[in-house]
């Protein structure tokens, strides 16, 4: 499978570009985990325990909207290329924050957290545009290197939650807006398309919906089933962007400004192993091996996380979030193994969706389960709750992946 290159002039600036978005998108994210319970206790005038339970439907809300956005913004990326679909995003980005500064109601919460989700899901067109300019042996480092830049952005996005954060819970969406701004101009002024004319297609509305993504998953060999180890794992691992912030307040009792240091030190630990271990270890011992590696380590995190009693223990566990930073990268490289040229956009619109629907099921199965141990009235005070349902859910995710078939038109030691 061959992928067009575009001029060596502009190619040095389209990883840079991909990956400093991919890093905004991190950071916009990461900065409102350390004062969300604050926010929404502020804004609803609740206490914790009814703010975790308000958090897990925000979370729905944001899930919904990236859901249905994600195979329109994958699909526009076919349509007209990457690089309207990626800057129409950082400036919604940009205006959204603003919007997160001056929130003072609830529905306005929602809606602001709605219209993250929504051009969130430029996740699609950022990785497509990857697979337009690098060839499938390096797709999975390159993937890798978008997951450092999450890490990155995950170091930065708590850090600057967690100290502006003591000014208030809306400071930190300032810094956050002029970052997405300041990206926007940058991808403005020097990042070049990278989908060739040639090789768009027509837009069309019944491929760019979660159904239509479901049944271009169906119509590409070996792509069910590679979606939907991808949703099991969506699912597990997004119990620490959803229910870190409050495991720590009700586990530990830590402030914010300490939980947005514990979760930069996670983003310095993912960026490290993206950078460093993703790639040598995908090449050495094959995606899906690597995959499993990652699932068996991330499952033992999360078990020694529900059953923490000391905050130092935390920092310690973190050492499985390094071959836990091996899943994602490789499952992505093994979903654009069985794509074509023409529909990598496509595709990653359909990774977007099995990636929604795992986001769809996890903050009410996720967040909803530990406001239910953490409730005055709980059977038993138990906020690592949730930990436990990511074991399970990791455990069905590495099983499924042992059963995929491997990918037919490529060498069977890339995909053992």
């Known amino acids: 499978m061959s992928t067009a290159s575009p001029p ?7 990883i840079p570009f991909i990956v400093f978005t991919i890093f905004i998108d991190a950071v916009g994210f990461g900065i409102i985990m350390p004062v969300l319970p604050e926010l929404v206790m502020d804004v609803a005038r609740v206490g914790l325990a009814d703010a975790i339970g308000i958090g897990a439907w925000i979370g729905l809300a944001m899930a919904l909207a990236t859901f249905f956005s994600a195979p329109v913004l994958g699909n526009l990326s076919d349509a007209f290329g990457r690089r309207t679909v990626l800057l129409l995003s950082l400036a919604g980005l940009a205006i959204d924050y603003v919007l997160l500064v001056v929130v003072d109601t609830l529905p306005l919460l929602f809606l602001a957290r709605v219209i993250s989700g929504i ?12 697979a337009d300019v690098t060839r499938p042996e390096e797709r999975a480092r390159n993937f890798g290197y978008v997951g450092a830049a999450f890490g990155v952005g995950f170091i930065a996005g708590p850090a600057i939650g967690g100290l ?16 997405a701004a300041a990206n926007f101009i940058y991808g403005l002024t020097l990042f070049p398309e990278t989908l060739e004319r040639e090789r768009r297609r027509r837009f069309d509305w019944r491929r760019a919906n979660p159904l239509g993504a479901l049944s271009a998953a169906r119509a590409i060999p070996g792509m069910m089933g590679v979606a939907a180890v991808l949703t099991l794992w969506q699912i597990a691992s997004l119990v620490y962007p959803l229910t870190w912030s409050f495991y720590a307040m009700a586990k530990f009792g830590w402030s914010t400004a300490m939980i947005g240091a514990s979760l930069a030190v996670v983003g310095l630990v993912i960026a490290f192993a993206q950078f460093f271990v993703t790639g040598p270890a995908v090449a050495r011992l094959g995606e899906r091996k690597a995959a499993s590696i990652g699932l068996m380590a991330s499952c033992t995190g999360y078990l020694a996380y529900a059953f923490a009693d000391e905050g130092w223990m935390a920092f310690v566990i973190m050492v499985t979030l390094v071959p836990g930073a091996l899943v994602q990268p490789s499952l992505m490289a093994m979903m654009s193994r069985r794509a074509t040229p023409e529909t990598h956009g496509e595709v990653q619109g359909v990774a977007a969706m099995a990636m929604g629907v795992g986001s769809l099921v996890a903050p009410l199965l996720l967040t909803g389960t530990m406001a239910r141990f953490t409730a005055a009235d709980a059977p038993v005070h138990f906020p690592g709750a949730a930990f436990i349902v990511s074991t399970l859910f990791g455990l069905s995710c590495l099983m499924l992946l042992q059963l995929l078939p491997r990918a037919t038109q490529i060498p069977p030691s890339t995909d053992s």
């Open 164 to 179: 502006l954060g003591e000014m208030g819970p809306r400071a930190p969406f300032v810094a956050a807006s002029i970052l």
């Open 119 to 130: 051009f969130g899901g430029s996740y699609a067109a950022a990785q497509a545009a990857i």
């Open 8 to 14: 060596s002039a502009a190619t040095r600036h389209i």
